[in-house]
Every structure is written in C-alpha cells, then in structure tokens.
C-alpha cells in the first residue's frame, strides 16, 4: 500500500489562550498542497521502518518516532500482521508543514486499506499521536479548534499555485509556543487573507530568516497571500499563476534553502 503524505499549511493560526494541561486553544484554517513525503506498508515477516529521500538524513537513528508510533497503535487496536514501512522523505524536518504529522496519517490510511479498516474508525488514534495528525488523517481543507483536533471541514481553493520556501533552518515547536506573547488577537475569520499566524513573531526572534524569506515572497508579482506555516520555518506563497509561482521561485532559489512550487489539493 502507498499513500501520499501531503505538507499541511496553517493559512491562518490564531492562539487564543494557554490551556491547563500544557496545551495552546487554537483556531486555524489548514490546507493541504500536491506535494509531500510517501509512505509504502507491505506485510513482513518482521516489523522495520526505512527511511530514503532527501530529507531522510533528519530522521537518521531515530527509532522510535511518528511512523512507528502510528503503526504501534494502529496493531494495538485493530491488529495485524508485522509490517515493512518505507517513508520517502521529501519534505524538510521540523518545518512548520507536518511533515510528521502527516506521515503518521498516511501511516494509518495504508494499514487501515490494508486490513479493511475505515478511516473514521483511526481518528482516536490519530488524536493521541499529536494535534496535526486528525487533520492529516481527514486531509482536506478544514478549521481546526481546540489543540487543531476538532475539525469543520470548508471550502478549499483546489488548484491554486502554492510556492513552499524553507531556509534551511528547523525551528523548535515547544520552544516557539513558549515564546508565545499570551495576547489573544481574536478570532479566525473566513478569509484567510483577513487572518494571522500568532506564532510568526516568536519564531522569527528565533530565526530571523524567517523575516527575510516572507519579504522576499511579499515583494513578487502575482502573490496574494504570504504567510509562515505552523511554528516555522517554513513560509508559503499563495500565488494568483502558475507563471508568477515559477517565477518566484526562481527569485528565492538560495544555497541552502528549500524552495518548492506546488499546487492546493482539496
């Protein structure tokens, strides 16, 4: 079994409290873009997990992780037979996209094809392995409450260029929240142009880059939306051609920084 693992984007994360039990309540708008990392189930003899791709040296010596825990719960609950997990990892680590997120979720959508078990049955697993993984798991355009778990689903904007840039930089998730200002800034409207990401400011006193990627990107033609993803580092262009996407991609292309054009899926 393959499935895709698509990057998830935060069009707009508000913060709007911290929680008692250490988390943050949100109000987010997530989308789902055409590219992201791929994950192959097939059943073994033995369980394994391998990582290949570009970005497979981020997940060098980890043996516990995501994926695993995924696969772990997933046979806890459901059963199964042992299992070999390829992960194809072509999107930055620790980039504000979800990229763990949502190999997890495809993690669980290739064993629950596997062993004829539905999506909608994997959603409390997907709950416990992070806050990203139920909207990874639903994979279309949504708002996200509460830790991002609780899901409306929405229109999307299908097919709209999307320009990923990362400056080669990974950003600390816990640490960005912790730097959080306390200031709850309003609620989420239906525009996501209208929004805001709550934890730009605190990840760019961690990485300034940042700052200088999102002026970059505001300054190219034919953008109509430039925002950070997540906590970072990772920033997104939304792009009004295919054209002016490509070409602002050439504009950013840096030694070190990840630049990649793609489109919204649903």
């Known amino acids: 079994m393959i499935e895709r693992a698509p990057a998830k984007l935060n069009l707009a994360l508000h913060v709007r409290a911290r929680r008692e039990d250490g988390y943050h309540e949100l109000e987010t708008l997530f989308a789902f873009v055409e590219f992201g990392d791929e994950v192959t ?27 695993t825990r995924a696969a772990a719960a997933f046979v806890r609950r459901f059963g199964g037979c042992p299992h070999a997990i390829t992960l194809d990892k072509r999107l930055p680590v620790a980039s504000g996209i979800g990229g763990g997120s949502a190999d997890a979720a495809a993690t669980l959508r290739a064993l629950g094809r596997l062993h004829g078990v539905a999506d909608e049955a994997m959603f409390e697993i ?45 950003v600390s998730t816990a640490e960005v929240f912790r730097r959080w200002d306390g200031v709850d800034r309003g609620a989420l409207a239906g525009d996501p142009r209208a929004g805001r990401n709550d934890l730009e400011a605190p990840a760019r006193a961690i990485a300034p880059v940042i700052g200088e990627v999102l002026q970059l ?34 504009a950013l292309a840096r030694p070190g920084w990840w630049v990649q054009p793609t489109r919204l899926s649903a």
């Not at 009004?240 to 070409?247: L, N, R, S």
């Open 41 to 67: 189930v097939e059943p073994a003899d033995r369980d394994s997990f391998t990582v290949t791709g570009p970005f497979a040296g981020g997940l060098a010596g980890e043996g516990d992780n995501l994926v």
């Open 126 to 170: 997907a709950d416990a392995l992070g806050s990203d993984v139920p909207a990874c798991l639903f994979g279309r355009t949504a708002i996200g409450r509460g830790r991002g778990e609780r899901l409306e689903p929405v229109a999307g904007m299908p097919g709209t260029p999307v320009l990923l840039v990362n400056p080669g930089v990974a």
């Open 217 to 250: 990107l505001d300054a190219q033609p034919g953008v109509t939306l430039a925002r950070m993803s997540g906590s970072g580092a990772t920033c997104f262009a939304l792009c009004d051609t295919p054209d002016a996407c490509a070409a602002a991609a050439q």
